[in-house]
């Protein structure tokens, strides 16, 4: 099995879960749906306003706006990835506060959740193959890309299918070329996989080699465990079921 027939699995899987999902040329600049303008620019900027729209029902056109502006440039302002990736963790679990007027016209502070945890259904769930990074001269296509809230969450790289853990290793390295070249798509990362389709491992933005680890279980719709050949599907089965990826990027990140 090649990389590409891997990816388009993973995606069914995605679907079966509830994910919508594209592949990356479609929505790219100039593509048949186009949710990106600019090559550099790794945030589905529609996804994202609305999703902060649906989620804050209560805040003002404008405390939205200026939330959503704040992201971005406390994001952008940070030279270290490190750093911008803690200054978005810190937005995700606790929120955006913002002064601005209300819908009867009263400035006031309100407050802006990114995510909706008590509600993942409530969120904007989207998986994206080959999606398109640039950056100079430089150009990297991530095999899978996991959006939330058309915020860039998670970041798969794929090998084709092995009886051994070989690749893996390299798939790992290769992730940290792209945290090094192409920042800006990890600065709201929550989590790295890498994965031959029967091996698969997943960590933090900083973790080490060491440190990435199977997901073992997941849920059938039934709610009993099951078990099955393929580790990538347990990954995405188990750790990518909404209210339990919600709840770890929460507390375990």
Do not use: C
């Amino acid at each position: 099995m090649l990389e590409a027939d891997i990816e388009d699995q993973a995606l069914v899987w995605f679907e079966e879960m509830g994910y919508q999902t594209a592949h990356g040329p479609d929505i790219a600049p100039g593509g048949d749906a186009e949710e990106r303008y600019d090559w550099h620019d790794v945030i589905l900027s529609a996804r994202f306003e609305d999703s902060l729209a649906r989620i804050n029902p209560d805040a003002s056109p404008e405390a939205l706006s200026i939330a959503a502006a704040k992201l971005r440039r406390d994001l952008a302002e940070q030279t270290v990835l490190e750093r911008s990736n803690q200054a978005f963790q810190e937005m995700l679990v606790e929120g955006i506060t913002v002064e601005a007027a209300d819908n009867q016209g009263v400035r006031k502070a309100q407050h802006i959740i990114i995510v909706d945890r008590n509600r993942p259904e409530n969120n904007d769930w989207f998986a994206v193959n080959q999606f398109e990074v640039r950056s100079g001269n430089s150009i990297r296509k991530p095999d899978i890309v996991v959006f939330l809230n058309g915020l860039p969450v998670a970041v798969f790289e794929l090998k084709r299918i092995a009886s051994e853990q070989i690749h893996l290793k390299k798939a790992f390295n290769q992730l940290g070329t792209y945290k090094r070249d192409f920042p800006q798509l990890f600065r709201t990362n929550e989590i790295l996989v890498v994965s031959n389709m029967r091996y698969s491992r997943f960590g933090s933005l900083t973790a080490s080699w060491e440190w990435f680890m199977p997901w073992r279980t997941m849920e059938t719709m039934e709610g009993e465990s099951q078990d099955v050949t393929w580790e990538l599907e347990v990954m995405i089965r188990g750790l990518f079921q909404k209210d339990l990826f919600v709840d770890y990027i929460h507390d375990y990140v």
